[in-house]
């Protein structure tokens, strides 16, 4: 139970329709989105106001510094998650628990909220190309959950057709009232939130995407496993519009957050500094030698991948060079404080810069330090998943010794090629003294493989070309 005055400290929500998207395994829900219409579309009036609440779980409220608790999550640093298992940052009561926004509970949070202002055209029509914020409030709030759905059951509501543009659709859905006991009212409610939040969400993501933010997508692989953790399928999961959805207003939460408590003051921010020129210009000097060999998707494969090769990491640091992918001159990570020692961090900076005015105790050299420390356990994380995924990779391929496969050459190597699969993106090598004329090949090139050979241990895969 949470401490009745700790409510009467905090702007109440539980009143306002609020949901969570997450995949569909995730236990810890660390964020939510709230959503109300906050004036009816009026016959005259140009305008219709929605009020969209960024609700992230307050773990600065039950982890405070100098605590056991606070050292071993700093020493971890992130949330490791492995094909198999998940290594939390935080106890399992906390991140499962206590901060999980699950429904129909009451929850603390850190939260952004925004009113978002929308032109009708002739007929109240809301224009939302041009939706525009017009005020922003960073608070702390208590919550409760309507609805936890995942992505594929927001992605159904979005494919679905329903039309959020409709006049006829005012609040009248929008109140605790009309929801009590009815499941009905709750799918009227997110239907009508959700089109109306992936309308604004498409605008959001258009406005970056000309501002020149990178729109590199990849598949997600997933492993399906037996009872014994074997792998029995590789299936993948492709972003949606569910997917950008979120992504976009946790985007627009995280900016705001660090122009606004990051102004002239030591701050945490996410940063991503300018790609490998040369690398840049490899691009084009492949695209400009290959473009008649090398067509359409598989040269879009190569192109992204030789795009990715050639970007800075992403890094946390107190110097604000700006975040080149996503193009913001201000970013930070706010919304993941369950999984992401930063999130903690830049939320007890906020409370002390914008909540309470107090000073932060700790000077800029300080936070420094941690933020490398932070970016340290981030790195270490991503090679230890990289690392299961590799090993699932040669458990998965040592069923099919033998087997004849198609694939395209990813990387050139003096020592050989590396080829990708075309259905389970399994990579292997093709050792150079197997390649009868190597200068024939370039990378995207299509080739057939035979699997000769697999060393789980090692998460090693050799093919020869068939």
Known sequence: ????????????????????????????????????????????????????????????????????????????????????????????????????????????????????????????????????????????????????????????????????????????????????????????????????????????????????????????????????????????????????????????????????????????????????YDKLEEIKKFKRLNGKRVKGDAMQRVVDMLTIRAQAKAVYSTYNIGHYGLAFSHYTHFTSPIRRYPDLMVHRLVEKYILTGKKESLTREELELMCEHCSACEQEAAQAERDSVKQFQAMWMADHLGEILPGHIVSIMDFGFFVQLDDSHCEGLIRMELIEHPEDFVLGDPVMVQVIRVDINRSQIDFELA
């Open 1 to 276: 139970m949470i401490d009745e005055k700790e409510i009467l400290r905090r702007r109440d929500m539980r009143d306002v329709f609020t949901f969570t998207i997450d995949p569909a395994d995730a236990k810890d829900f660390d964020d939510a989105i709230s959503f109300e219409i906050i004036n009816d579309q009026m016959v005259n009036d140009p305008m219709v106001n929605y009020r969209i609440g960024i609700h992230i779980a307050d773990v600065s409220h039950y982890v405070k510094p100098g605590t056991k608790t606070d050292d071993e999550a700093y020493q971890r640093g992130t949330s490791v998650y492995l094909v198999d298992r998940v290594i939390p940052m935080l106890p399992e009561e906390l991140c499962n628990d206590k901060c999980s926004l699950r429904p129909g509970e009451d929850k603390l949070c850190m939260s952004v909220i925004f009113t978002f202002e929308v032109p009708l055209d002739a007929e109240g029509t809301p224009i939302y190309n041009n939706a525009r914020v017009v005020k922003h409030k960073i608070c702390r709030t208590v919550i409760r959950s309507d609805a936890r759905l995942n992505y594929d059951e927001a992605q159904e509501i979005i494919a679905s057709g329903l039309n959020a543009d409709s006049p006829n659709q005012t609040s009248d859905t929008l109140t605790r009232e009309k929801r009590e006991g009815s499941n009905k009212g709750v799918k009227a409610e997110l239907q009508q939130a959700i089109s109306t939040l992936n309308a604004i969400a498409l605008k959001l993501r258009a406005e970056r995407i000309a501002n020149g933010a990178l729109t590199i997508e990849q598949d997600e692989m997933r492993f399906r496993l037996d009872e014994h953790h074997h792998p029995v399928e590789i299936y993948f999961e492709q972003p949606n519009e569910a997917h950008h959805l979120i992504e976009e207003f946790m985007l627009l939460a995280n900016r705001t957050v660090a122009k606004e408590a990051g102004s002239g003051r030591p701050f945490v921010y996410r940063v991503h500094d300018l790609p490998d």
